[in-house]
């Protein structure tokens, strides 16, 4: 039997026979659809998916006319992010980086402007720089900008912040000690959300990206939403697009409700039926790659729950398909043939309205 | 990465109409075919065509709503944002602010 | 009867319930042992609810915390040469990683499997998990870390281990969001945790291999 080049959830070259492709593409739907209890890809997703990735070609992509908006997670900052292992560490003007390069070189068609630290707790602190610079691009980028940070609530516990730590305090069976601690941080991220949003609209801004949704479990979800919902009282006219963190949302509280929906063990296709009630513009649902596991097992389980969001989605979704994330491997440099492939099957089966 | 993403499946913003449609998404809702409907429907252009950098180039031109070239006098900016509002029929942050700063 | 109750009783988080059905399997003659290999049974199910996201963080730690009771109340009747030493497993994110969450689930269902797990926390630079090995002398280092930019730091712990002389008189585990079972023998550890119940499940094979001497 021939074998096809393909790669596994770490980004690493391996063959697979086309036997072995289409078993792990069952395999992976099926685990997506027993987890969040969805339904399965069908057949002829199956196929177009094997077709797909067996493509001869390095890279592939969309039919004409299939094309979808790219609001692609915080595109320009790879110029001047320096993290270690990931950015390009480049010495450029941010201005510059998050409008004029990524509308004119990456082809972003919603622009999307990091706080360096990527919180909105230390943006608050530096809002007045923030709006100066997002003022200059606003004044020479054409498509729409949004500010882009996470709620990132371990910045509200100690040490960085005033309240107790509630993963020890819960592994201490201090429950609702550790419930109050959440509360107040949820509450306090909230604020800072609505302060940051303030400012920034006052030079123009288009809209907030709230990103990486629910790092710190049902809490940080709880600050999104009610964040979201009071942003959408005070300012109609600022759009918020929301990205997850993860597939499932962790309980740690376990108790937070939102329109009557406990927000703990939440699957991507809930979670966006929340984020509509909250008011929020764009979904952008997270499915998180295994580096242990096949490329075209990541994928199709990341197509099955993305379909299924889409599905039942009334707002448009844009799954996020960076590294490590939406059936990209997880490699700082993700190989060009995985990222097409999982751009195209993302469009041709889930069915997104951008990515 | 994100180059890999436009090359497959991208609009490709201002090079066609990308900011256009992602415009409809972000401020009103709207899912991808009711965004390409109705952008197209704006700029009197098809759905495959909102994508086609041949006719699009002509036409943002022509409509001076913003080029990826350095073409001299082009509207820039904010200038090209003040004539998309006007064109979409929607308000923009920005230009809102524009028009009421202007007003002296 | 009396096993089935207790596998409830763990299984539903009932910590003071758990321990009066374990006294009652006493009364009832059942052997000790086998009332706690029916106990882990639980915190087995427990694990995979918790992978499903059936059930919390909260709700692992009050199971964790009724096998623990149960244990105490079962093997005191079980004779000490019999009873075996609790491995003990010495557990932290690496120096540069503040994610806390997967490594203390991890130290959750370790403890509930019968491990004395010592915690030290996050961002735990490599001189530190040494310092620890030399004063507690345990059976395990596990090294927890979530970002691509950090897993490089499981390798420096492992580096300083050998360093110090003390690589050989422990198993390295290691584990987080952006690792491999590769990046595990690339890095010279010993066993790679695909998740918190993997994780258990290859420190117990190891245990149980007795490839893994226990600290006297």
Known sequence: ?355 | MPIGHLVAGGIGSIRTSGDLIGRMQLQKKMRLPEAKDYVAKKLGVSSIELCDEFTMRKLREKLDIGVITGLPGAAKGLEAKVRIAELLGIKINCVERLEKLSKV | MELDKLYNAILNQDVEGAVKIAEACLKAGIEPLRALDHASEAIRQVGDLYGRSEIFLPQVVLSAEAIKKVADVLLKKVPRKKRGEKAKFIIGTVEGDIHDIGKSIVATMLEAQGFDVIDLGRDVAAEKFVEAVKKHKPAFVGCSALMTTTAIAQREVIDALKEAGVRDDVKVMVGGGATTELHAKEIGADEWGADAMDAVVKAKRLLASRTCLLKK
């Open chain 1, 1 to 355: 039997m021939p074998e096809h080049l393909t790669r596994r959830g770490d980004g690493r070259l391996i063959t697979m026979t086309g036997k072995q492709i289409k078993d792990d593409l069952e395999l992976g739907s099926k685990d997506a659809a027993e987890r969040a209890k969805i339904p399965e890809l069908t057949g002829e997703d199956l196929e177009t998916l094997y077709e797909i990735i067996i493509d001869a070609n390095k890279v592939v992509a969309v039919k004409h006319g299939c094309e979808v908006v790219l609001s692609a997670d915080a595109g320009g900052s790879t110029f001047w992010i320096d993290s270690g292992t990931s950015g390009l560490g480049m010495p450029i003007e941010r201005s510059i980086a998050q409008g004029a390069l990524s509308e004119r070189v990456l082809g972003l068609d919603i622009l999307q402007f990091p706080e360096s630290d990527g919180s909105f707790k230390p943006a608050k602190v530096i809002v007045s720089y923030l709006a100066n610079v997002i003022h200059n691009t606003l004044h020479t980028s054409i498509s729409p900008l949004e500010f882009m940070a996470m709620p990132n609530l371990g910045y509200f516990y100690k040490p960085d912040g005033q309240w107790p730590e509630p993963i020890s305090l819960i592994r201490e069976g201090k429950n609702d000690e550790a419930r109050k601690s959440m509360e107040g941080a949820a509450r306090e991220c909230h604020d800072a959300i609505i302060y940051v949003a303030k400012h920034l609209r006052r030079v123009g801004v288009d809209g907030i990206n709230i990103d990486t949704v629910g790092a710190a479990g049902d809490p940080d979800f709880y600050a999104a939403l009610t964040a979201t919902e009071s942003l959408k009282k005070v300012y109609p006219d600022l759009a918020v697009q929301m990205g997850m963190a993860t597939e499932a949302v962790h309980g740690f509280h376990t108790e937070l409700k939102y329109a009557g929906e406990r927000l703990a063990g939440m699957w991507p296709h809930q979670q966006l039926k929340v984020a509509e009630k909250a008011g929020v513009d764009i979904f952008g649902p997270v499915i998180n790659t295994k580096p242990h596991l096949t490329f075209p097992w990541n994928l199709s389980r990341a197509v099955t729950f993305t379909k299924a969001c889409v599905r039942e989605a009334t707002i448009p979704v844009h799954p996020n398909m960076g590294m490590g994330v939406g059936g990209v491997p997880m490699l700082e440099t993700p190989p060009l043939d995985t990222v097409t492939r999982a751009n195209k099957a993302m469009i041709e089966i889930a069915g997104v309205d951008g990515i």
